[in-house]
């Protein structure tokens, strides 16, 4: 369902825009407000993340990711961005993790950086790097002495500076890291934030699930309107006589 609406989306359809907001929007703003910790900042997070997919489906096939894994990745994406470009959200100090993959988990839903990792959890830095290594290598079936792919690792989760250097490994990354973002319980984004999607994309006008261009049926326009009223005029000229 979800590749056939990306490359629709592509062609420019809006009502498989619409289609894919509606089975999309509530799991990645539940990611936005996971990072950002602010409903107003999370929405307009979840704006520039559908505009984004609307300019750039076509890229989609090309990016080796499932459709969610791809839209949750970019949706991470811009969240760290404004999470980086803000002020620091205040982290709570706490235990380490309960489960096998705690603090990977954290550090990707919540988008922290080694220091607010460590304080999160009641770790030192070095404590936390360590344990995030060992979660990394087994929730990727591979031994420590692979540094390149958890080097990528580190490079996807934004605890590492630097461009990637390799593609494949970043995505095999990507697809894996996403698939946290199904622990979180999806959360309706605000309707101005769609209507403001529309109105930036030139679709304010109308529904995004209807297409301006479209020709409708002749009694749906004018025309319509004129019959129906002719006809209420012959029905109370009759029953008036």
Same mark, same amino acid.
């Not at 791809?70 to 380490?96: E, F, I, K, L, Y």
């Given at each position: !369902?979800?590749?056939?609406?990306?490359?629709? @989306?592509?062609?420019?359809?809006?009502?498989?825009?619409?289609?894919?907001? #509606?089975?999309?929007?509530?799991?990645?703003?539940?990611?936005?407000l996971s990072i950002l910790k602010d409903r107003r900042e999370a929405e307009e997070v979840l704006e520039q993340v559908y505009i984004g997919i609307w300019k750039d489906a076509a890229r989609f096939p090309d990016s080796g990711l499932s459709p969610m894994a791809w839209m949750v990745?970019?949706?991470?994406?811009?969240? !760290?961005?404004?999470?980086?470009?803000?002020?620091? @959200?205040?982290?709570?100090?706490?235990?380490?993790? +309960?489960?096998?993959?705690?603090?990977?988990?954290?550090?990707?839903?919540? +988008?922290?950086?080694?220091?607010?990792?460590?304080?999160?959890?009641?770790?030192?830095?070095?404590?936390?790097?360590?344990?995030?290594?060992?979660?990394?290598?087994?929730?990727?079936?591979?031994?420590?002495?692979?540094?390149?792919?958890?080097?990528?690792? #580190?490079?996807?989760?934004?605890?590492?500076?630097?461009?990637?250097?390799?593609? +494949?490994?970043?995505?095999?990354?990507?697809?894996?890291?996403?698939?946290?973002?199904?622990?979180?319980?999806?959360?309706?984004?605000?309707?101005?934030?769609?209507?403001?999607?529309? #109105?930036?994309?030139?679709?304010?006008?109308?529904?995004?699930?209807?297409?301006?261009?479209?020709?409708?049926?002749?009694?749906?326009?004018?025309? +319509?309107?004129?019959?129906?009223?002719? @006809?209420?005029?012959?029905?109370?000229?009759?029953?008036?006589?």
């Amino acid at each position: !369902m979800l590749p056939d609406l990306i490359a629709r @989306v592509a062609k420019a359809d809006r009502r498989a825009f619409d289609a894919l907001y #509606e089975a999309t929007s509530a799991r990645l703003n539940a990611l936005c407000l996971s990072i950002l910790k602010d409903r107003r900042e999370a929405e307009e997070v979840l704006e520039q993340v559908y505009i984004g997919i609307w300019k750039d489906a076509a890229r989609f096939p090309d990016s080796g990711l499932s459709p969610m894994a791809w839209m949750v990745t970019q949706t991470r994406g811009r969240a !760290m961005d404004r999470s980086h470009a803000a002020a620091p @959200v205040p982290v709570d100090a706490g235990n380490p993790p +309960g489960g096998a993959l705690g603090l990977v988990r954290i550090a990707y839903l919540e +988008g922290l950086d080694y220091p607010r990792l460590a304080h999160r959890c009641g770790l030192s830095a070095d404590e936390a790097r360590h344990a995030l290594h060992e979660e990394l290598e087994r929730l990727a079936g591979h031994a420590a002495e692979d540094a390149g792919s958890l080097a990528a690792a #580190e490079q996807v989760l934004g605890l590492r500076g630097g461009t990637v250097t390799d593609a +494949g490994l970043a995505a095999e990354w990507q697809e894996r890291l996403a698939r946290f973002a199904d622990d979180l319980t999806p959360v309706m984004a605000p309707a101005r934030a769609r209507q403001r999607i529309r #109105e930036h994309l030139g679709h304010g006008l109308a529904p995004l699930s209807v297409d301006p261009l479209e020709r409708r049926p002749w009694w749906r326009g004018p025309l +319509g309107i004129l019959a129906i009223l002719l @006809v209420a005029a012959v029905v109370w000229y009759v029953w008036g006589r």
